[in-house]
T-cell receptor, first 114, second 110 residues
Framework: GAVVSQHPSRVICKSGTSVKIECRSL??????MFWYRQFPKKSLMLMATSNEGSKATYEQGVEKDKFLINHASLTLSTLTVTSAHPEDSSFYICSARTDGGEQYFGPGTRLTVT | KQEVTQIPAALSVPEGENLVLNCSFTDSAIYNLQWFRQDPGKGLTSLLL?????REQTSGRLNASLDKSSGRSTLYIAASQPGDSATYLC?????????FGTGTKLQVIP
């Protein structure tokens, strides 16, 4: 099956700093990528839909100025958490959608803000 | 608004037992339904994808069914093994977005 990678897999940052997470589709092009967040013992929640070459579409309640998404190419989308706070600590997962409509998920990034 | 529910939330079974995980959704206007497993601290691994026009999909010891009209899907695991221990998530893709269930945490006891 198709492969989606995320980097880094784990990151620890201090409050007030920014951290960037990369999501790459390794063997297919994805015009659409998605970013999810998982709170402890909760379901995955969609944060935003990232479309190549255009602005991301954010879900209600997600701060677009805090969670910056850039889908610069057909194989790369980045999520930047700006001015991170401890409550931003979470598990972030991206997915990429093929032309056939299947979604493939990255392995996730665990962010810890101290 | 699509709501996806998984029952039970947790399940503990002895090794070798056959088991069924349930996923129900409120809006039957779906594109597909996907079952995933998630190991602690890890990302999602796709298990089976069922398109809205399909009734079931099989992969090894796993069989997933879809009854779109009643808003239900089941994941059947045959001859369970300790390595099957994980959280199982179903995800329903509507025409705009994917909605995940809350998951079933499975423990298979040797």
């Amino acid at each position: 099956g198709a492969v989606v990678s995320q980097h880094p897999s784990r990151v620890i940052c201090k409050s007030g700093t920014s951290v960037k997470i990369e999501c790459r589709s390794l063997d297919f092009q994805a015009t659409t990528m998605f970013w999810y967040r998982q709170f402890p013992k909760k379901s995955l929640m969609l944060m935003a839909t990232s479309n190549e070459g255009s602005k991301a579409t954010y879900e209600q309640g997600v701060e677009k100025d805090k969670f910056l998404i850039n889908h610069a190419s057909l194989t790369l989308s980045t999520l930047t958490v700006t001015s991170a706070h401890p409550e931003d600590s979470s598990f972030y997962i991206c997915s990429a959608r093929t032309d056939g409509g299947e979604q493939y998920f990255g392995p996730g990034t665990r962010l810890t803000v101290t | 608004k699509q709501e996806v529910t998984q029952i039970p939330a947790a399940l503990s079974v002895p090794e070798g037992e056959n088991l069924v995980l349930n996923c129900s959704f409120t809006d039957s206007a779906i594109y597909n339904l996907q079952w995933f497993r998630q190991d602690p601290g890890k990302g999602l691994t796709s298990l089976l994808l069922i398109q809205s026009s399909q009734r079931e999909q099989t992969s090894g010891r796993l069989n997933a069914s879809l009854d779109k009209s009643s808003g239900r899907s089941t994941l059947y695991i045959a001859a369970s093994q300790p390595g099957d221990s994980a959280t199982y998530l179903c995800a329903v893709r509507g025409y705009q977005k994917v909605t995940f269930g809350t998951g079933t945490k499975l423990q298979v006891i040797p």
